[in-house]
């Protein structure tokens, strides 16, 4: 495999010497037909069954194509990887269509089931999309982290020694600048010197709504450079450059550097004959410009008035040849038009304009395609065999596995038990069990070495306060520059030992937690990017899971596997205060998609869990894992527990007789309030039972699981949860409690048709001791035998 790879990008190397701008001019041309047509016949020839609009965006394609057309075809290999702006997705789609990556059937598909996706999507559309995009801004940021992935491996001699460093490329819109999410990540990648970084900006000055601002893009060059990107402004092509040497030019250029970009949008719009107006009117008095405009046709005017850099290939294609030699990232300002080339290019309501069907028929024409042939790859091209030629050979055509460019890892083996000190008969906390079975871990011992090496910690600046402090002073501080603790070398007293070098397997963020998120992504992403898996863990305190929760669904959306430790959690912090208090969370953990959430009470069942989730990430039906942890410190238990049922979601601590007309179900934190209330329970209803709940998440898809296998004909199937409910009457109360959102269980009363009465904060910000909040929030011992009673004199 290695050497197949050296091959590959040994071949790809070499093609890439000579730029033949003829082929790449046809190419541009037939990105632009495709990505049109590809939209045209979702809205215009395929049925619709609802008379949605499907939508598409076809002046967004056509800004972009020129850029990339550079990359794809000249620029970029096969290891680099590549963020594509949402709305230019039908592009990307035409690209590995020409490669031969993608099926005319996924075209015509496009925003339908089955077909090519709207956004450009790993899950969905296959492995030639590195990064799904469509949450503005997080496909451009997360490029960034995983430059910084990169960085990691390569400092950690993860990755063959044969294959060359990957360039991170985000093609952004000009509008995403407005995301803040990118400015966080701009700051981080300055803190951790991120290295081969592209960010290329689709420059047209247009968002949904609008025109943008005049003289933006001066504050975004200026913000780039104070975070040690090189900015290279690409204003204008060739021919205009070309123009302004001309005597005149100077005032020629002035001019269009001072024109007002609704100015600039509105004249491309109206062609020729308007450039001509507004010119000869603020500048028909200079020779020198009238022997520039007046020699040349309406249509040759609008041309060269609008030969933007972005739109020029020898311009792009220098620009970027140039930043190849230098691993700094760098940011290209590309100036474009949005919708170039099409009816309504520079009109301000483009965005979602679509061509209609006599505007198709003249673009059709002007394409040189005939009806019937619109999907034909090569059709309208002069020499079809030798632009396929050329395609087969550019760089990015090769690939990087007999598969294409999508790498595989070997597993990680995990052991059967993780290393820890025995917990029965302490006083710990779950965060705590985390926090020491991390350590013991991280001792790299025996069958923990290869568990050890592949981890990589991660946290927004609450390592210690998240019970990280431990593994960290076993196993360091990443980054490329050792940097001494300069607290350790002074003999000054600290737990915490923070030096800092390429061996380190801990990276600290800032608080920033989208940048947690986006980072445990990249990490997640490490076995098909970079051909190494990792065993990415975050910790955040749980209530702030909400601030990068766009990046945890952004994480999740592509099938990244990653481990979340959210700690503390709920109205357990106590005295904290209310803003660092969360009810929400295990609702959250409930509804997201690709990621298996989980709240242990004790840590018996936290040491299983934690075991499991390893594994489970890395499984091909696996998912990311999350955990909802606390700093409560409980008495341990001395048991014996069936590891399949924790996994699975609930046990019985206590199971009910047959025919037993009530239980209490916990989850996490509460359980000695409702061992506490069930112990009192037995008085007055022996042969009740006590369950723990360690995953509503688990139960609930399980249940949901067994109610469409009876619905397919599989009668017999039984959700874990039937099973574990089947002992109660009928009419059963089930009574159950957690330190969160009381609709988290609220589902339960359904599994079985039995009564339900829910327990936990539905608000939280008040200050206070445990008992005091458990009391006040209604979940403490004397409001579960409240309702158990309530319950009881119900039935």
């Known amino acids: 495999m290695d050497k197949f790879v050296a091959d590959q990008l040994r071949d790809a190397s070499a093609s890439a010497t000579t730029v033949d701008y003829a082929a790449l001019r046809q190419i541009e041309r037939k990105l632009l037909w495709l990505s049109s047509w590809m939209i045209h016949n979702a809205n215009h020839i395929r049925p619709n069954r609802d008379g949605l609009k499907v939508g598409g965006h076809q002046a967004s394609c056509a800004s972009v194509v020129s850029i990339m057309t550079a990359l794809y075809f000249h620029m970029l290999r096969p290891q680099d990887r590549v963020a594509v702006k949402p709305h230019a997705g039908p592009v990307l789609h035409a690209i590995n269509y020409l490669l031969g990556r993608q099926t005319v059937d996924m075209m015509q598909g496009l925003r339908q089931v089955g077909g090519a996706q709207a956004y450009p999507s790993r899950v ?58 990118i400015y966080e990540a701009l700051l981080e990648g300055w803190k951790h010197d991120v290295r081969d970084v592209w960010w290329v900006v689709d420059y047209n000055r247009q968002s ?70 507004a010119l000869m009117t603020d500048l028909g008095r200079s020779r020198g410009v009238r022997a520039i405009i007046d020699p040349v046709s309406d249509e040759a005017l609008a041309g060269l008035m609008t030969n933007l850099a972005g739109h020029d290939l020898p311009t792009l294609i220098e620009a970027f040849t140039e930043a190849a030699h230098s691993d700094q990232p760098t940011c290209f300002l590309a100036y474009t038009t949005k919708g170039a080339g099409l009816p309504f290019a520079g009109h301000k309501d483009n965005h979602s304009g679509l ?21 034909d790859p090569y059709e309208g091209i002069a020499d079809p065999e030798s632009l396929r030629h050329f395609v087969a050979s550019v760089p990015f055509a090769a690939k990087l596995s007999p598969a294409g460019r999508v790498l595989t890892a070997p597993l990680v083996p995990v052991p059967a038990t993780l290393p820890h000190a025995p917990t029965a008969g302490r006083k710990m906390s779950t965060q705590g069990a985390f926090g020491e079975m991390l350590s013991e871990i991280g001792r790299g011992e025996g069958d923990c070495a290869e568990l050890a090496r592949h981890i990589v910690t991660m946290s927004p600046d609450v390592t210690v306060s998240t019970s990280l402090g431990p593994w960290v002073n076993r196993r360091g501080v990443f980054d490329r520059h050792t940097r001494n603790d300069v607290f350790r070398d002074a003999k000054l007293a600290s737990a915490q030992r923070w030096g800092m070098s390429p061996e380190g397997q801990h990276i600290e963020l800032g608080i920033a937690e989208q940048n ?80 298996a959430a989980y709240e242990p009470a004790y840590a018996d069942e936290f040491a299983i869990l934690f075991r499991h989730g390893f594994d489970w990430m890395q499984r091909p039906e696996g998912s990311s894992v999350w955990f ?50 069930f112990a009192a329970l037995l008085e007055d209803a022996p042969g009740a039972g006590l369950m723990a709940i360690t995953s509503p998440d688990r139960l609930f898809a399980d249940w949901r699981a067994a109610q469409a296998a009876r619905r397919e004909g599989r009668h017999d199937t039984r959700a874990h949860i039937e099973t574990l409910l089947a002992p109660l009457c009928p009419g059963a109360a089930l009574v159950t409690v957690l330190d969160g959102h009381p609709s988290t269980h609220a589902w339960l009363g359904g599994v079985r048709g039995q009564r339900i009465h829910t327990l936990g904060p539905d608000h939280f910000g008040q200050s206070g001791d445990i008992p005091d909040l458990y009391r006040i929030y209604g979940i403490d011992e004397d409001a579960i035998l409240n309702a158990c009673a309530a319950a009881m004199l119900m039935a």
Request: overall charge negative; some cysteine; proline content about 6%.
């Open 516 to 595: 947690l998120f986006l980072l445990l992504a990249a990490a997640g992403l490490a076995g098909p990017m970079q051909g190494t898996r990792l065993l990415p863990i975050g910790t955040v305190y749980d209530p702030f899971v909400n601030r990068g929760h766009d990046a945890l669904v952004y994480g999740c959306y592509q099938d990244a596997r990653f481990m979340l430790v959210a700690t503390p959690s709920g109205i357990t912090l106590a005295p904290e205060g209310g803003q660092h208090q969360s009810t929400n969370t295990p609702l959250l953990g409930m509804v997201q998609d690709r990621i």
């Open 208 to 277: 949904l709504d609008s025109v943008m601002p005049d003289r933006l893009f001066g504050r975004f060059e200026g913000l780039f450079r104070d975070m040690g990107w090189n900015v290279m402004s690409l204003k204008y092509g060739k021919a205009l450059e070309a123009a302004f040497r001309k005597p005149g030019g100077a005032a020629l250029r002035a001019w269009i550097d001072d024109c007002p970009n609704s100015l600039y949008s509105a004249l491309t719009f109206q062609g020729g004959a308007a450039w001509r107006q």
């Open 355 to 375: 061509m209609n069907e006599d505007q198709m028929d003249a673009f059709r024409t002007l394409m040189n395609i005939r009806p019937g042939h619109e999907w």
């Open 628 to 677: 909802r942890l606390s700093t409560r410190q409980l008495d341990q238990p001395r048991r014996t527990i069936d590891p399949a049922a924790v996994i699975a979601g609930a046990h019985w601590i206590e199971p009910p007789a047959q025919g037993a007309q009530i239980a209490i179900l916990y989850q996490g934190a509460v359980a000695p309030e409702a061992e506490a209330a």
């Open 124 to 181: 969905k559309d296959g492995g030639e999309i590195d990064f799904s995009t469509g949450s503005v801004g997080l496909g451009v940021a997360i490029t960034s982290f995983a430059g910084l992935i990169q960085d990691y491996l390569r400092a950690h001699d993860m990755t063959p020694a044969n294959r060359p460093a990957s360039r991170h490329v985000a093609i952004a819109g000009d509008a995403e600048l407005d995301e803040g999410n």
